[in-house]
């Protein structure tokens, strides 16, 4: 069954001072307008409760409305929510049984000790024991939050499961690992009873896997070995191309030619700097510098290429050389350190592993997954790296030639590749251009042609408007290129062949012929 709301006017303890909320009306008034001139009385019914039921208060402002008076207008019932509010019903079973105070009451121990007991179907979780230091417990339970539970964390590790431990995540882990101090911290306070807080309980769960932190090193070694492996890989093989690629250019061999040629001629009579054979290849930055009549060196070369060379048009010297803007920012030396420190780091991994063999080979389970997974690692390891190794010496190697065959400066990579990506980056810009300027005569060709093949002038739009007025040439759909409007037809036979299809409009040009005469208000 149900009971009827509370009233309103139920007992209760007072707000603190200075609560907000609608002040309280004095002397239990009820708001303006609702018999503010009397002391309002509760008007719903007392209810009264099961015995042994309480409930905590509810820390409200009690509001009374005068909801009899005949002095208060339907407008004025109006302004006041709880004049709208409906009557409901509760259900006083589900009431108690959420509501309803907990009495609890303290219980002396034989020790002297207290401690607190619940009412039957209420239970207070213990507290958890901590002996860790605060910071070093908040550091670890924020990393165990990205894991999954403990016990499921402690299985992942022994298996070296990949679903459990991703591999962004296992160097963060393996920081988080106990020293041999927090260890023997927690057992020197450990009993049967006690109940550890979630960094006591993953440090102590660690215990069950000997060397757990060789293990994890030589399981993140694996991990990282690839994503290194390609961060060396691919560059060296970039360097490569990029060497391959400016050696058998022969766009740059001939725009050489043409700029050894103009540097000769200006440096004429000039016994230091004239008559010479090649120039240095930290000159490809000054070409741009070496200004003319409203153009520079670099500019006047690539005009003389395209009037000599049009078999070889410049716009192909880019794609002959893709491969060397990305190589100014690789260092031949870092490389050949990061090969080494791959190299140790692969070579640790294995002492570690062997260690862990060594001193766990009467104790070891034969199914532990570390002794299948990292000796087969190791194996293919070892003959990535080697071939690493031949192609980082290779690379080296072609690479010195590269700067012997251009002159033999600068010798560091980036400085070498840097200034080829500039040159390569002007002349870019010159292809731009000279591209730009050819749309303005491809699009008057284009219009050329269009006006002519609508009425026969160069102006496409007039002879558009032409044929508009006098109804000529027009296309309707559905018909085709020889079909003619039969009103135009009966008005001026024509005698002789029909029109080419070349003579008539297509309808996008004159949903284009259209637009174009309403712009101009024709």
């Given at each position: 069954?149900?009971i009827?709301?509370?009233?309103?006017?139920?007992?209760?303890?007072?707000?603190?001072?200075g609560?907000?909320?609608i002040?309280a009306?004095?002397?239990g008034?009820g708001?303006?307008?609702?018999g503010?001139?009397k002391?309002?009385k509760?008007?719903?019914?007392?209810?009264?409760?099961?015995?042994?039921?309480?409930?905590n208060?509810?820390?409200w402002?009690?509001?009374?409305?005068?909801?009899n008076s005949?002095?208060?207008?339907?407008e004025?019932?109006?302004?006041?929510?709880?004049?709208?509010?409906?009557?409901?019903?509760?259900?006083l079973?589900?009431?108690?049984?959420?509501?309803?105070?907990q009495?609890?009451?303290?219980i002396k121990?034989?020790d002297?000790?207290?401690?607190?007991t619940?009412?039957?179907?209420?239970?207070?979780?213990p507290?958890k024991k901590?002996?860790?230091?605060?910071?070093r417990?908040r550091?670890?339970?924020?990393?165990?939050?990205?894991f999954?539970?403990v016990?499921?964390?402690?299985?992942?590790i022994?298996?070296?499961?990949?679903k459990?431990i991703?591999?962004d995540?296992l160097?963060?882990?393996?920081?988080?690992?106990p020293?041999?101090?927090?260890?023997?911290?927690?057992?020197?306070?450990?009993?049967?009873?006690?109940?550890?807080?979630?960094?006591e309980?993953?440090?102590l769960?660690?215990?069950?896997?000997?060397?757990i932190?060789?293990?994890l090193s030589?399981?993140?070694a694996?991990?990282?070995?690839?994503?290194?492996?390609?961060?060396?890989?691919?560059?060296?093989k970039?360097?490569?191309?990029?060497?391959e690629?400016?050696?058998?250019?022969?766009?740059?061999?001939?725009l050489f030619?043409?700029?050894l040629?103009?540097?000769?001629y200006l440096?004429?009579?000039?016994?230091?700097?004239?008559?010479a054979?090649?120039f240095?290849?930290?000159?490809l930055l000054?070409?741009?510098d070496q200004?003319?009549?409203?153009?520079n060196l670099?500019?006047?070369?690539?005009?003389t290429?395209?009037?000599?060379?049009s078999?070889?048009?410049?716009?192909?010297?880019l794609?002959q050389v893709?491969?060397v803007?990305?190589?100014?920012?690789?260092?031949i030396?870092?490389?050949?350190?990061?090969?080494?420190k791959?190299k140790?780091?692969?070579?640790?991994?294995?002492?570690?592993?062997?260690?862990?063999?060594?001193?766990?080979?009467v104790?070891s389970?034969?199914?532990d997954?570390f002794?299948s997974?990292m000796p087969?690692?190791f194996?293919?390891?070892?003959?990535?790296?080697?071939?690493?190794?031949?192609?980082?010496a290779?690379?080296?190697e072609?690479f010195?030639?590269?700067?012997?065959?251009f002159g033999?400066?600068p010798?560091?990579?980036t400085?070498?590749?840097?200034?080829?990506?500039?040159f390569?980056?002007?002349?870019?810009?010159?292809?731009?251009?000279?591209?730009?300027?050819?749309k303005p005569?491809?699009?008057?060709?284009q219009?050329?042609?269009?006006g002519?093949?609508?009425?026969g002038g160069d102006d496409?739009?007039?002879?558009l408007?032409?044929q508009?007025?006098q109804?000529q040439g027009?296309l309707?759909?559905g018909s085709?290129?020889?079909?003619?409007?039969p009103?135009?037809?009966?008005?001026?036979?024509?005698?002789?062949p029909?029109?080419?299809?070349?003579?008539?409009i297509?309808?996008?040009?004159?949903?284009?012929g259209?637009a174009?005469?309403r712009?101009t208000?024709i």
């Amino acid at each position: 069954g149900g009971i009827p709301p509370p009233p309103p006017g139920m007992g209760g303890i007072p707000p603190p001072p200075g609560m907000g909320g609608i002040p309280a009306f004095p002397g239990g008034m009820g708001p303006p307008g609702f018999g503010e001139s009397k002391v309002l009385k509760p008007t719903k019914p007392k209810i009264v409760l099961p015995e042994g039921v309480k409930f905590n208060t509810v820390h409200w402002k009690r509001v009374l409305v005068d909801k009899n008076s005949s002095s208060t207008t339907q407008e004025e019932k109006k302004k006041v929510v709880w004049n709208e509010v409906p009557e409901v019903d509760i259900d006083l079973n589900d009431l108690v049984s959420t509501f309803k105070k907990q009495i609890v009451a303290p219980i002396k121990k034989d020790d002297s000790t207290t401690k607190t007991t619940a009412t039957p179907g209420f239970k207070t979780a213990p507290k958890k024991k901590t002996v860790i230091d605060a910071n070093r417990t908040r550091q670890v339970e924020i990393a165990l939050s990205r894991f999954p539970q403990v016990d499921i964390l402690i299985k992942g590790i022994k298996a070296l499961d990949e679903k459990v431990i991703r591999r962004d995540l296992l160097d963060s882990l393996i920081l988080i690992l106990p020293t041999t101090e927090e260890i023997n911290q927690i057992e020197e306070s450990n009993d049967a009873d006690s109940n550890w807080a979630p960094t006591e309980l993953f440090f102590l769960k660690t215990k069950e896997i000997k060397h757990i932190k060789s293990r994890l090193s030589c399981w993140s070694a694996k991990f990282e070995f690839d994503n290194a492996y390609n961060q060396i890989e691919t560059p060296l093989k970039n360097v490569q191309a990029a060497c391959e690629q400016l050696k058998k250019c022969q766009t740059i061999k001939r725009l050489f030619a043409i700029i050894l040629t103009i540097g000769n001629y200006l440096n004429a009579g000039n016994k230091r700097t004239g008559q010479a054979d090649g120039f240095d290849l930290p000159f490809l930055l000054k070409v741009m510098d070496q200004r003319g009549n409203d153009t520079n060196l670099l500019q006047f070369a690539l005009d003389t290429y395209q009037k000599k060379f049009s078999d070889m048009p410049i716009t192909e010297l880019l794609p002959q050389v893709s491969s060397v803007p990305s190589c100014q920012t690789v260092s031949i030396d870092d490389l050949k350190v990061q090969v080494d420190k791959l190299k140790g780091s692969l070579t640790e991994s294995q002492t570690q592993t062997r260690l862990i063999s060594r001193e766990e080979a009467v104790k070891s389970d034969p199914s532990d997954p570390f002794y299948s997974i990292m000796p087969e690692f190791f194996e293919g390891a070892q003959e990535k790296l080697s071939t690493l190794l031949a192609l980082q010496a290779k690379t080296t190697e072609i690479f010195k030639e590269t700067v012997t065959f251009f002159g033999g400066q600068p010798t560091v990579s980036t400085e070498f590749f840097a200034i080829w990506a500039t040159f390569f980056a002007h002349i870019k810009e010159y292809v731009s251009r000279m591209q730009e300027k050819k749309k303005p005569a491809n699009d008057a060709n284009q219009k050329a042609q269009f006006g002519a093949r609508v009425g026969g002038g160069d102006d496409p739009m007039a002879a558009l408007v032409s044929q508009l007025k006098q109804g000529q040439g027009l296309l309707r759909p559905g018909s085709t290129p020889s079909q003619k409007n039969p009103q135009s037809q009966s008005q001026s036979p024509s005698i002789g062949p029909a029109p080419t299809p070349s003579n008539d409009i297509s309808s996008n040009q004159i949903a284009l012929g259209l637009a174009g005469l309403r712009k101009t208000g024709i």
